[in-house]
């Protein structure tokens, strides 16, 4: 039984709600910009938009709420009480660091730099982004130098801290060296297989309409709820919405790649899932909202890639593709789709890059950023340092911009310091699936009858009911007795794509 709340508590409880009040309203007005907002209301959305982001940074650093949380004792005998009070004295005292006026001019130039680099993107053309990448970058550093302390190495720490708290530069270039050497390795050693997966079901044209019905209903069957959510179109996919009773996904089509969009469907579902399984009790509270993330894109990547390429997975999935699709597939077997879906295969495009690969594009995403923050690049030189990155990790050579450096919309609207999260949830989404396949004996018996529910159970009691009760780190401790382990990722990626490419003779 929870604790009685004492008088300041609720104050405290009040104060935060009416600050996800204002945040919530503008990922709605966020959402509406992204899939049915006309282009030319984009001045006025990006006044709406900073308007709301200047309230609620003022509500978010009112005196009065200083004052309750002055009043309060440090730790509180309730823990889910105690992780609110936490919380909000770790984004007090962050808020307050922020000066009001630059918090409405990231607000406004992000709206606007998103829709320049839109038209960038659209025509190719880096030069027209360029000024907006050069302003942003420059409100970046001068925010990340409101918001560094003690505890960070450089100024790129500080705005990743907003995305995934805790995580510093320092750990990633610990994680990522070596998780570069194992991909290389599995890549060189996949180029030499004899007989690759082919990429047949790819290649398969089918009506865009047929495809939403099918992807709605693996949505539907995965468990996210469409009384408290919708999905819609929009040119890259994301969930957002305003709480866990209004979850806005949204996914893309294209006329021959139906894998592509129902692994975005089942990605953007599992943000879903995660969103629809906080705590009804705790709305607008650390305790009903998500951890980090990274804990966020591991829900994603565990339904899109450890569920949605797996074996069983096709299983299941295949003989209902005749109901959306009539024989357009019946030429392919579980098997053939199973293969085609875990491919293996430098490519330019993040959002469209095989698990083998993914991690490759953050590692240069990563580089990139923290050189464009700590002002040893210039964002004009960013194409060709993209470019020479992609060489070297990849072995690609970038045609134009818009397959290179303008692919992503991240920069535009002042997110550095995300891409890490993606990678980090890749490496806790496959310590959680692995534990999850422990805990339920029946899982693989399950997901080949497309029975999701015990496994989303499983996440909603272990990952999403939790709140911000932990930080990222304590919550894998305690989920998966473990610290997070890259090696884990290794292993469930090389038994699964090595079978593929026949590099598994010997089971070893
Ligand atoms: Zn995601």
């Not at 823990?79 to 307050?96: D, T």
């Amino acid at each position: 039984m929870p604790k009685a709340q004492t008088q300041p508590y609720r104050a405290l409880i009040d104060r935060l709600r009416e600050v996800h009040l204002l945040e919530s309203t503008g990922e709605l007005l966020s959402w509406d910009q992204e899939t049915m907002m006309p282009a030319a209301a984009v001045d006025h959305r990006a006044n709406q938009l900073s308007l709301l982001a200047r309230l609620a940074h003022e509500r978010a650093t009112a005196s009065e709420l200083g004052d309750i949380l002055q009043s309060m004792p440090k730790q509180l005998e309730d823990p889910q009480q105690n992780a609110n009070l936490r919380e909000a004295r770790r984004v007090f005292e962050r808020s307050k660091k922020l000066d009001p006026k630059l918090v409405g001019e990231i607000a406004e130039t992000s709206s606007r730099a998103q829709h320049a680099w839109a038209e960038a993107r659209q025509k190719s053309d880096f030069r027209k982004f360029c000024p907006w990448l050069e302003k942003m970058v420059k409100l970046m550093r001068a925010k990340a130098s409101c918001l560094c302390d003690d505890s960070m190495d450089i100024l790129w720490d500080a705005l990743a801290e907003e995305f995934e708290p805790g995580m510093r530069a320092r750990d990633l270039r610990e994680i990522f060296p070596p998780l570069r050497k194992e991909l290389g390795s599995l890549l060189d050693q996949l180029r030499g297989a004899s007989n690759p997966p082919a990429d047949a079901a790819s290649k398969i044209a089918v009506p865009q309409d047929q495809q939403e019905a099918m992807v709605r209903f693996v949505a539907e069957r995965m468990g996210f709820d469409f009384d408290r959510g919708r999905l819609d179109r929009s040119a890259h996919p994301f969930c957002g919405g305003s709480h866990f009773a209004d979850v806005r996904i949204t996914t893309r089509f294209s006329d021959d790649n139906f894998l592509d969009a129902l692994g975005s469907t089942m990605h953007e579902a599992g943000h879903g899932i995660y969103e629809q399984g906080l705590m009804a009790e705790h709305l607008g509270t650390p305790m009903g909202s998500a951890v980090s993330l990274g804990i966020h894109e591991s829900q994603s990547r565990l339904w899109e890639n450890q569920v949605g390429r797996s074996e069983e997975f096709w299983a299941w999935c295949q003989p209902q593709l005749s109901q959306f699709f009539g024989q357009s597939f019946a030429g392919l077997s579980a098997r053939d789709l199973y293969a085609t879906s875990n491919r293996a295969e430098p490519s330019l495009i993040r959002v469209e890059a095989d698990e083998s690969t993914y991690n490759l594009h953050i590692m240069i995403r990563f580089e990139m950023e923290t050189a464009l923050i700590a002002g040893d690049l210039d964002p004009a030189d960013l194409p060709s340092a993209w470019n020479q990155a992609y060489r070297e990790y990849l072995d690609l050579e970038v045609p134009d911009d818009r397959q290179g450096c303008l692919q992503d919309v991240h920069w535009s609207c002042g997110l550095f310091g995300y891409f890490p999260t993606y990678t980090l949830g890749n490496l806790y989404a496959a310590q959680f699936f692995a534990k999850a396949s422990e805990n339920l004996a029946d899982l693989p018996a399950q997901l080949r009858a497309g029975e999701f529910g015990p496994l989303k159970e499983w996440l909603n009691t272990n990952i999403h009911a939790q709140g911000m009760r932990y930080p990222a780190g304590e919550l894998c401790r305690r989920v998966t007795g473990r610290e997070l382990d890259p090696a884990g990722f290794m292993t469930y990626l090389r038994d699964k794509v090595e079978p593929l490419y026949g590099k598994r003779m010997n089971g070893s």
